[in-house]
Each structure stands twice: as structure tokens, then as C-alpha cells.
């Protein structure tokens, strides 16, 4: 990968590069670059997005060859192949504006030998680029559906263009979407609540007073503090190595009238008036301006809230519009409203780290209110789907600077809810940034409203005057869309390039040797089987098999066989596909055979002795196969690649797993990012199921789900016999993944208030045309992140918002667009900015941005960044808002849990060090740091812990006829242990259960079901459903824990003598480890840096 020149260097590189992976546009190779995330916008022209073949049609590959089948099986030598042209967009560079401190790092003291050297970071200069211009027809005439949302399309050669076959007169309003997709593990009906009330306004510290503690740990080498800087000097930088060049455009934005990309359905960025379309399109970008909203994936967690911010206790929208006072709304009516707010006094608290160490509340902390009028506030964005590290936003950017803290976006876009869903021939947007209308719009009067986002007057239009739900006239205010901030509109055919594409399954499974050992297609087939009738979709759902080792072969299920019919490929190097039009066939109508050949399958391969896996050439084959209509291809893989493209060698050499500067987190090879790209052009996208005892270099073969908008699932030594604990999670996360909703073809876009700018993009997608994120499958367990910018001064702005837009098709044929927006004000001091702050996002934001440094520059390094986060901010808030300077670590209220997360997620596989982390492992972490949602990864990062027995109903949750009991949170120590308890930690994907010698007998018997201690086995994964009180409740508790997630943690029951107690014990982040500091010492050692 070219590296970049320094900032304001001249030429850019010949091959120019998108950031999440893009082609030359010359059509050179693919740049070998590192995995990272601050996203480089591509040069578009608006005529390219698919594949060059007509709208409204789905050509199939003509067969290479006339294929005369004997006994079942053709074998193929030769090397004829369909020439797939893939008319990819040419793309160019964009440079990305990092946020945390450049200079000198400090190295926090290590008890090891270890002496990482500094690097310097890279600048934050953002050259801006152009915005692509929106349609000029804003405003459509469609005749909108009926509310029948499950609705059959007709097949694809008779699918007219809006893709809705139920057409009437009347806009109707649904109030729902479909229940039945709202997979999680949860018996159906149940709802989720959440876990605990919110914190008292009031804390009482749990420790007196004292004289700080002197002394601590050596230092290693000394920080230089830095002083605020202005915008145009460098600012320090978790963001990626990317090229210095600034975006032009040469798109034609002449006509828009034939749509040709998804850049000009969704509508461009700010400025993009239909005057603007005939200008000079060589402009730069304006400053502020841009990000168009397309909100990411589902995820199964509470909508958005109709209280004060804090999350709902069930997973209902209010089914009609609330009470509404147009009045106090609107940035231009708030002067009165904000002048009489009171902050909370909690947040106005001074904590001294070094005396109140104990901060970790009993209840699962809860995401701060932003400070706004109760009537804004009440019709804000949940901050499960939309969150920001801030929600006091500085007035400028010198401000932001001067809090040494990151501005940024945590996103769960297509989160599993229950929400409006609005059909109408109208999507009222702002006809200057094609922002959707949301609450926090301002109706000037009836017939006009100013858009939040870039303050242009916009026109009412008539048919949006007419409120279905009150069937009241002239009240456009309390359409359902001013009244949610979370919304779903049915897209009509002006949002599509070509009719809805059908579901499309693909499955591709390793049927090497070492495949066949683990006995992992035993499993699989059986989920598959029992779950073919829940996968999404309707009468058009297709599905499709290959398997490989040394060969490929396909399985023709064609109706009227009576069997599967093998057909095997030979010529791996030059791969065709035989047959296309009866590999991928329609699951209704060839429903037996599929059956057939899922139930013979695990033993077709029990005698091979082939030990090789060409795993490239099979990926071929399969994107060949699903080019011409898209669709999701998941793929099980269970060693390293060694045949044909794409083969990999082992990387990993485990007595340099400690050294942070020679493991190998970049991929040997850009084959896999190269074909995700190819996917992503042509709407595919591709999940890995890695089931592998041994290295297989997912640094390299996760690159194939990151650049598709993919998943990667790992389950490390899996064997159908010697880890049963692994085959029950692939079963349980098996049957969510195939059953839970699911979007095709999306793309998404985020905008925000002009005067703010989105510079770098976290998640699993390829950004398309500037900042249009292209999501082949956007899935509800999918959460995303970006980091902004203050461009323009808001000196003039009260409040800003934030928009997030996700254009999609569903799994029954509709195209819809779901929209979230988060309204937030804007403060003048740094105080406020400080009193404001998200330690949750801050702390997600920043596990991000170190995932980058990592690949780009070294593991030590992006250790150091995360300290420097924790000693610039706290610098510059002792420096520049505390009046007196105290002895000890004085910090606001809002960040007392700061120093704490940042050490637990240096503690966190993903950035620890030590050679007891595997490469694989390692890098498995850092993809689900990437790809989470902030709730799963804070879970991930600092576990809970609970007493478990002596549980009772007291403050317990009633939810559908269970009591849930809630034991308080406790701090990760051993301080907190007792030989006399038990104790269930919750670490995301894990939980473990620690019993105490001396634990009590009552525990033992009505719980675990043993008669003493000694008998509690040394491996034991499960509890025993005993007929009483005791294990009624602790049953109840893990299976809430349980219920709250889309991925299935593993039980383990664990006692002193357990082989998973060292697992336990190093999740205790407070505590010392042989590589890491206690939380006291880095308490210490952060207290040192900061009165330098």
C-alpha cells in the first residue's frame, strides 16, 4: 500500500485508494493496505453503482459447457470461464482527520521488560471533498401501499419498478413492523427490559476521605504536555495512515432524471440545489456541509425513548403521536427555553480518583441526558440506537481541542425494534441537504418549514398538510414522521436502480479432512434443516450449496431430479460455473431436494483423506454464482488456505506474541479485500464462520467480511466431541444468525448540522462516493461508529442535529428507508463540554481508533494513545477549569469511570500484552471491537459481576410471569470475593460461575445439585433445572443475561482448582496482572503525568 506524504504534499499517488478498500482507477491491482477504518471517500460517477445489465432483470451465466452427468457426479479439467465485466466506479483518496494527540508518548509503566518507542501521529489536515449532488426531483408522485406489510412481489421478470403489489388510493400509517423478525434469544411475546433503574441524583461515596497516597510506579519515560492547539496545527491522531489528497469531482450532474447510483437516489450532501447541478463541478466541497443520513444495522435492543432519555422497559413505540407543542421547538425558539435549565449538581461533582476509587455503580450505568427542554428531549433518539461521546457539543473546534476528548458518533442503526412504518407517496426531505423532516425541524407556519440540519426554508407539501392518524387537516406538526425520532419509511420507485432483488442464501462449507474431523457439518446441516422454513424471505427466496477441498463442487438441485446431482471442478485456477441456473434454485420449489441433500451431506465427505482447502478459488466461485442478483454467502471455514489463489502460509510465531511490534495484524495478501470489493459492487456480502484449532490467519480472511459488510464468527478449537461447549454456541448463534432480520442492497449515509463535518467511518462496509457507506446486507447485531469535526464556528446554533438514513430492501421484497435523529445542544465552555461527556462512547469511540493505530502502526503505540487520551483530558480539565489545583486526581463527575474503562480495555484481548493471546484470538477481538454495538463491546471490555448466592425477589424484574432477580454490580477485584459466595461474572460472550470453597451447602444442593464441594466437576457448562426457589432464580438470571444478546455466552462453572480460573481472575481489570498494572497503580501513574 503507497503510504501517505506528508500533509500538503503534492502529486497524489497513481493508484489512488478508498479507505475501506476500493480498485485503482486505472484499473490497477488492488492496494495490499492494513485493515483500518477512517474511511477515504471514492471519486463516483453517477452513472455507476451496479453492474452494467438493465434494471428490472437478473440474467443468468450461461453454462461454459453442456454437462452430460454420469452417476451423479462430472468431473471438469478444462479452464473455459464466463467473462464477468464488473463496471467498478474509480475512486480516489480522501484524508481523514484524527483526533488524539500527536508527540512524544508516554509509555505507562509496564511491569515487563517492555519499551515500545514513540511514533510520531499523524496530522488531522482534512481536505474536505465534494458532496455528490441529490436528484433534482425531490418530491414524487407514488401511490402508497396498503398496510398488508407481508405481501408476496411477483417473480423478478414481472416485478414493476416500485417493487409493491398492493396499491392503493389511501396513505395509510403502519404502526408496526413485522414481530416475527424480531429474533433474539427471548421466548416469543417476552420484552426486554432494561437492566436497572437509573442512578440516584445524588452519590454517596463509598469511601471517607483521606490523605492522597503517595508514591506509585516508576515511570518509564516522561510526557511532554501539550498545549491546546488551533486548527491548523496537528492534532493528535488514533486515525489510519490514508493519502493527503483532497476530493475533486468530475461527476456529469447534469440531468438526474435516470437514476444510476444509490448516491443520487439517497440524495446528495449540502449545497446540492438543482441550481448548483449545471455549476462547476470541480468546486470543493463547503465547509460543514454534507453527510447525507442512511442509518447501519439492526440490533435487538429498546427503541427509542419517549422519557428523559433513559431506555423504555419494553421494546413498544407509542402506537400514535404524543402530546406535541410546536411552539418551544426549532433552534430559533429556544432562547427562552434554555435560559432556565438547571444542570444536574451531580454532574457538577469534583472527584479525587485517589480517595473515591470506588465509583462503579450497583446498576448498569446509564448513557447521560442531554441538557435540553424537556419537550426536545422528550422526542429525542434512544442512545441504544444513536449516541454521542458528547452531548454538550462545543461551539468550535479550538474548544474541542482544548477538552482533549473525541467528538464522535456510536450507531446500532438496524437494531431489532418495533417502530413506525410510514407509507405514503410523499418523503418529505430538505430540498438543499435532502435531510428527511424529523421532531427537530421548525414549521415557520403551516405552509413552510427550516431544515435543522442546513437552515433552508422548505414548502410544505399539500398531501403532508393531512394527518392520517388524527384525520385532522393543517397540523403538519404532528405527522407521525415531526413526532418520532426514529422512523421507517416505505421507499417508493424512485429509491431503487432496479426492482427489490429476491433473498438469496449461499452456502459454502470446507469439506476438507480437517473439516471432517470436527464433525462441524453434523451441526450445521441440522440447523439448517430445522430452520429452512424461518430463514427471511418469501415465494422468491433462493438458496445454493458448494463445498470444497482440493476441488470445488456444486449440487444442481434442478425440480424434477431425484437426488442432488455433484458436479465437481477440478480446474481450480480457472473456475467457471456449470449449471448457473440450478445451483442457485427457489427454496419452495425445490424444497425436498434441498432437504435431501442437507441430510446426506455429513457423510458424503467421512472417508475423504484430502487435506487441502482451496478456500480463493471456491470464493470465486460462489461470487460468480451470486453476481447477477447479490445476496449473502456464508462461508465455513476450518484451516489455512493452502491451494490456489488466496492460499496463506502460517504467520504466527507464539513466542513473539507478547512483542507488540512483530505480531502480524495486517493481511499477507489483498486477494480477500480485492473479492470483497468485487462483492460489495455487485451487492454481496459475505459472513466467515472460522472453526479452527490451529492459526489461520484471520488478519487476512476477515478482510472478506470487513470490505462486504460481513460477519466473522470464530469458535476456536471446535470439535463435535472434545469441545461440546463450542458446538452448543455454533448451534444457538447458527440459529439467530439464519433467522434474524436481514437487509439487502442498503446503503447508508449520516448527516449532521452545518458547521460539523464526519471524517472517518468504523464498522464492516465499503464507503462509496465520498461518505455513502455500501452495506450488501446490513443485520441488526451490526453497530457502527464515526468521528467528527467542528468546521464552521456555532456561535450562532443552539442545537445541532444529527441524522442517520438506511436505504434497504427487505427480506420481503420492499424497499424501505429507516431514519434515526439525535438532537443535541451546543455549549460555549469548557466546563460544559467536560460536564457533557459520554464516558461509554468516549470509551467505544477510542477502542475503535486504537484497532486502527494497531494495524497501522504498532500495538504499543495505540497503547499509548489510549493512556494519552486519559492524561490529556484530565490535563487539560485540571488546568483549565478547576480554579484551585488539589493534591490527588481530580476529575469531573462525568468522567469518573474514564481511567478505568481505558485500563480495562488495555486489558482487553484486543490490546493486551503477554504471549497468552493467540494471533487469531487477537484479532477476533479487535473485529468485533469494530463491528459491535457500544453496549456488547462495553460488556466485552469491563465485565460484570454479581453474588449469586443468596439471590432474592427483592428489586427483582416481573417480566411475562418470571422473576428476574437484580444483584447489585461489584467491582472487579478480588477485594469482592469470598470463599463463603458464589459469583457470576457476565463478560459478553462468556459467563463464569466462581464457587467459593466454603460456599454454602444450601447453594450447592439447590443450585449446582451436588452434595458438597469436592463434587463439583473440574469442567461443568451447565446448571441443573432443580424444583427449587434458589435455582428458579439463579435459572431466571442467566437466561435474562442470556436473552439480552444476539450472540449465545457459554457457562462455565468454575472452582478453585478449574482450569478456567485463570480466565476469571484476568478479567478482573482493578487487580495487578503479570503485564498490566493494578487500578490503583494506573491511577497513580495517570496522577504523575498529569501534574507534570
Known sequence: MSQPGPPGSGAAPAGLQAQNGAAAASGAPYSNGPVHSAMMSSQVAVHQGYNSQLPGSYPHLIPAKTLNPVSGQSHYGGSQGLEQTLHRPPVAANVVAPSLRSGPVPQMPAPASQSPAATPRPSDDFLPGVSPLPPVNWQHSYPSMGSQMSHYPPPASQLPLSGNTNVSTNHQYVSSGDPSLQNSYVKSGSALPLRTPPLPTTFQPGAPPGPPPVGGPPLVRALVPQKASLRTAPQPSFSSAVNQEGITSNTNNGSMMAHGS??????????????????????????????????????????????????????????GPQAFSQTPLGANHLTASMSGLSLHPEGLRIVNLLQERKMLPSTPLQPPVPNLHEDIQKLNCNPELFRCTLTNIPQTQALLNKAKLPLGLLLHPFKDLVLPVVTSSTIVRCRSCRTYINPF???????????????????????????????????PHRRPEVQNATIEFMAPSEYML?????????????????????????????????????????????????????????????????????????????????????????????????????????????????????????????????????????????????????????REEPNHRSSAKEIHLTPSTDFYKKLALDCSGQQVAVDLFLLSGQYSDLASLGCISRYSAGSVYYYPSYHHQHNPVQVQKLHKELQRYLTRKIGFEAVMRIRCTKGLSIHTFHGNFFVRSTDLLSLPNVNPDAGYAVQMSVEESLTDTQLVSFQSALLYTSSKGERRIRVHTL????????????????????????????????????????????????????????????SNQQPGLMVPFSLRLFPLFVLALLKQKSFQTGTNVRLDERIFAMCQVKNQPLVYLMLTTHPSLYRVDNLSDEGALNINDRTIPQPPILQLSVENLSRDGAFLMDAGSVLMLWVGKNCAQNFLSQVLGVQNYASIPQIRTDLPELDTPESARTIAFISWLREQRPFFPVLYVIRDESPMKANFLQNMVEDRTESALSYYEFLLHIQQQVNK
Open 441 to 475: 425541524v421548525s414549521f415557520l407556519d403551516q405552509r413552510r418549514w427550516k431544515c435543522n440540519l442546513c437552515y433552508r426554508v422548505n414548502d410544505v407539501p399539500e398531501e403532508f398538510m393531512y394527518n392520517p392518524l388524527t384525520r385532522v387537516y393543517g397540523e
Open 262 to 319: 444509490y448516491d443520487e437516489i439517497e440524495g446528495g450532501g449540502f449545497l446540492a440545489t438543482p441550481q448548483l447541478a449545471t455549476k462547476n463541478p470541480q468546486m470543493s466541497r463547503s465547509v460543514g456541509y454534507a453527510y447525507p443520513s442512511l442509518p447501519p444495522g439492526y440490533q435487538n435492543t429498546t427503541p427509542p425513548s419517549s422519557s428523559t432519555g433513559m431506555p423504555p422497559s419494553s421494546l413498544n413505540y407509542p402506537s
Open 823 to 882: 438532537c443535541l445542544p451546543v455549549v460555549s465552555t469548557l466546563n460544559e463540554v467536560f460536564l457533557g461527556a459520554d464516558v461509554q462512547a468516549i470509551s467505544g469511540l477510542l477502542a475503535n481508533m486504537a484497532v486502527d493505530r494497531s494495524v497501522t502502526a504498532s500495538l504499543s503505540d495505540a497503547r499509548d494513545a489510549l493512556v494519552n487520551a486519559v492524561v490529556d483530558s484530565l490535563s487539560a480539565y485540571r488546568s483549565s477549569v478547576l
Open 498 to 650: 432496479r426492482p427489490p432483488q429476491p433473498p438469496v442464501y449461499l452456502f459454502v462449507f470446507d469439506v476438507s479432512h480437517n473439516a471432517v474431523e470436527t464433525g462441524y457439518l453434523n451441526s450445521v446441516c441440522q440447523s439448517l434443516l430445522d430452520n429452512l422454513d424461518l430463514l427471511p424471505g418469501n415465494t422468491r427466496t433462493k438458496i445454493g450449496f458448494i463445498t470444497f477441498d482440493s476441488t470445488i463442487h456444486f449440487y444442481s438441485l434442478q425440480e424434477g431430479l431425484s437426488q442432488p446431482q455433484m458436479l465437481i471442478i477440478s480446474d481450480i485456477d480457472d473456475v467457471f460455473i456449470p449449471m448457473p441456473e440450478n445451483l442457485l434454485v427457489n427454496l419452495h420449489e425445490s424444497k425436498e431436494l434441498v432437504q435431501g441433500l442437507l441430510k446426506t451431506l455429513p457423510q458424503m465427505f467421512t472417508t475423504s483423506l484430502e487435506t487441502q482447502s482451496a478456500l480463493g478459488p471456491a470464493l470465486q466461485a460462489a461470487f460468480k454464482l451470486m453476481s447477477p442478483t447479490g445476496g449473502r454467502m456464508t462461508v465455513f471455514q476450518t484451516q489455512l488456505p493452502t491451494l490456489g489463489v488466496g492460499a496463506l502460509k502460517p
